[in-house]
């Protein structure tokens, strides 16, 4: 009776030191992220195996999946790691999602910039996107650690804790901007090309198309995403059970590097 008391206690002492507050949603984190890392992995391994794959914006891509493969990286590292590590996990969680939303939003602000300033090279043009997304990125990171806001959402993962709505505003705005903006360049740019084709912008047409696949299937994503949100808030507000929407939350976040691979291909 004593050693049985001894494995229940270490095992409910295990489960507690883990970010994972409700192990009922394990299946949906590790099939999500093993979807990502294997989604993920397959743009990158494409990318640098075929250079004819490499044609601009595909590197804007490419650095899409390499953060949402460290984010996926992350939440299975999240099931084996103490909760005190918390504190330097979010962060990293933070620059990896927010990296991987910049770089969506690099392939409008790349559109723009070479219909505007037709002669300019891509390579010069992706160091000033690194520089924009990384610093930002990180700053963002910075913040969450500042404020003391590091924590566990409640399905789960390490990044925000719950109780400061106002801290998740000010970060996911500009990742709703980005979206607003993707658009609004996709509808002026395909204006300005049907007027008129110039040899110069053969290459922004390839951008306009690509641009075009990536936003209507990452839009796609958060339409889903937000739903399963949307949905589990209202169950909350109503007292229902919210094990159903919590579950698809989780598997819909964790499983954010499958878009990128649909986007690759198609």
């Known amino acids: 009776r004593r050693g049985e008391l001894s494995v229940h206690m270490t095992g409910a002492i295990v489960a507690e030191s883990t970010y994972i507050s409700d192990l ?3 299946p949906f984190y590790l099939t999500g992220a093993a979807l990502t890392l294997f989604s993920t992995s397959f743009v990158i391994a494409t990318y640098l195996s075929f250079p004819k794959l490499r044609k601009h914006p595909s590197p804007l ?12 990286l992350l939440f299975l590292v999240e099931f ?3 909760r005190s590590l918390c504190l330097f996990l979010s962060p990293i969680t933070q620059m990896f999602i927010f990296a991987s939303e910049l770089f969506f939003a690099m392939h409008g602000v790349d559109l723009v910039y070479g219909l505007t300033h037709p002669f300019t090279l ?3 043009n992706m160091r000033k996107y690194h520089v924009v997304v990384w ?3 990180v700053a963002t990171g910075i913040v969450i650690p500042v404020y003391g806001a590091s924590g566990q959402v409640g399905i789960g993962l390490c990044w925000i804790r719950e109780g400061l709505p106002a801290l998740y505003v000010g970060l996911l705005v500009p990742v709703g901007c980005a979206y607003v903006l993707s658009i609004a360049v996709l509808l002026w740019a395909a204006r300005r090309l049907r007027r008129g084709m110039p040899a ?3 290459t922004r047409l390839r951008v306009l198309y690509k641009l075009r696949t990536t936003v209507a299937i990452c839009s796609l994503y958060m339409l889903v995403l937000i739903a399963a949100v949307v949905a589990g808030l209202a169950q909350r507000a109503r007292g229902s059970d919210t094990y159903a929407s919590d579950a698809a939350t989780a598997l819909i976040v964790s499983a954010r590097g499958v878009a990128n691979a649909l986007v690759w291909v198609f």
């Open 80 to 82: 084996s790691v103490e």
């Open 122 to 124: 891509d390579r010069a």
């Open 24 to 26: 009922r949603y394990a």
């Open 61 to 72: 891509l490419f650095w899409m999946s390499v953060c949402d493969f460290g984010f996926a």
């Open 135 to 137: 610093v930002s990125s």
């Open 200 to 202: 110069t912008f053969k």
